[in-house]
């Protein structure tokens, strides 16, 4: 099972000593790469590009940056492009971005599938493409029709891979993958698997971006939110069996949004291999 890991960049030098702590042990399974998340209209571009190099130059792991589109010029983009590709960097995961509150100017690239044509335009094949997928839909699609058919320009425009949204339903991505192959598109697709490790913060992130988290799980968060340990054994056990759900139909990788922590992620991957 092939596995990648999603950091954000840290914003203080604990936080930069931490998630350094946590690529330490990460590092030891082997993983295909680490992702390192881009702020909505690029807020975290210089701390980003800070990340993604200290990973490039110490650790011995492929490292992918996020980049975004939205409020951004092609100019601005090709700059940051070019510095990660004389970094030797060589793959990139392709996003729209969130709109920040107040933005008028939404660029010259509004669309994902517009960042990944003028990404291909300008350096060919030397990026690996990988693009966002969502098997419950984007909160802003009018159906899950109208996802499919934006997925697929973004695949049409040159991407190469794809990482979803989380989700808690293995019926959902299997379901997303038999429509994509319907209309003739065959990339991978690696599911994104958020591990749960708080009652809050999980059921905030899920409205944000309209994740489904099923009831009977939000029944036993709701049970287990002022006991930690309880919380941690049912939440681990939950994306454990996802997870095997996944592998024993067939995916071969998945994507860990780590938080910038490791525990839970290492114990699910050490007892799901």
């Not at 454990?240 to 114990?267: P, W």
Request: with cysteine; glycine share 6%.
């Amino acid at each position: 099972m092939k596995t990648s890991f999603e950091f954000f960049p840290p914003q203080s030098d604990e936080g930069k000593k931490n998630l350094q702590q946590v690529r330490s042990k990460l590092i030891q399974i082997n993983p295909e790469y680490f992702s390192v998340t881009y702020g909505a209209g690029g807020t975290t571009q210089e701390s980003t590009f800070d990340t993604v190099i200290d990973i490039k130059n110490n650790d011995t792991v492929r490292v992918a940056p996020h980049l975004t589109s939205i409020g951004s010029s092609k100019s601005k983009t090709k700059e940051i492009l070019d510095q990660y590709k004389e970094h030797g960097i060589d793959k990139v995961v392709a996003l729209r971005g969130d709109i920040p509150s107040g933005m008028q100017n939404t660029g010259e690239l509004r669309y994902a599938n517009e960042l990944v044509e003028f990404i291909k335009s300008e350096y060919n094949d030397h990026f690996h493409i990988e693009v966002a997928a969502y098997p419950e839909s984007h909160p802003q699609a009018k159906n899950i029709s109208t996802e499919i058919e934006h997925f697929a320009n973004k695949v049409r425009a040159g991407a190469d891979g794809a990482i979803t949204q989380y989700f808690y339903n293995a019926d959902a991505y299997f379901r997303f993958v038999d429509d994509l192959e319907k209309i003739g598109i065959y990339i991978p697709i690696t599911p994104g698997i958020m591990p749960i490790t708080n009652y809050s913060n999980l059921v905030r992130f899920s409205n944000m971006c309209d994740t489904q988290i099923p009831k009977w799980i939000t029944e036993r968060l709701k049970l287990y939110k002022d006991d930690k340990d309880s919380l941690l054994d049912f939440g681990e056990e939950v994306v454990l069996n996802l997870c095997r759900t996944l592998k024993e139909k067939g995916v071969d990788s998945l994507h860990f949004y780590t938080m910038n922590r490791s525990d839970s992620v290492l114990s699910i991957i050490k007892k799901l291999n």
